[in-house]
């Protein structure tokens, strides 16, 4: 039991030792990481536009059909149509669909 102790009290003290150490760059690392980010925007427009906006849109619109469906249900069973869980889904459907249009100049890309 002390040499468990012991061992995990020596790594503790070697893994703090490790982490308190300095590194300093020599070079431009500003320049560096300017022209990643000019190299990368680019791409991260480009999988945003053509990924990750068409897989929220397929999911509002499957979400806003399917609430439609209950909530026609719904109506049939209660004669009341309740508006506000299909109106909230498609107004974020709208304003996924034309995200791509305004996002990029309010982001700066």
Known sequence: MKKRTFIALITAAVMTAFCGLTA????????????????AK????????NVVFPVIDVVLAILLFAKLATAYMDYRKH?????????????????SLTAPLYLWSI???
């Open 24 to 39: 300093y760059a020599s070079g431009d690392v500003a320049g560096a990481v300017q022209s990643t980010w000019d190299s």
């Open 42 to 49: 680019s791409q991260i427009r480009t999988i945003v536009d």
């Open 79 to 95: 004669g009341q149509f309740e508006w506000a869980a299909p109106a909230i889904l498609f107004g974020c459907l709208l304003f």
């Open 107 to 109: 982001v700066g890309i």
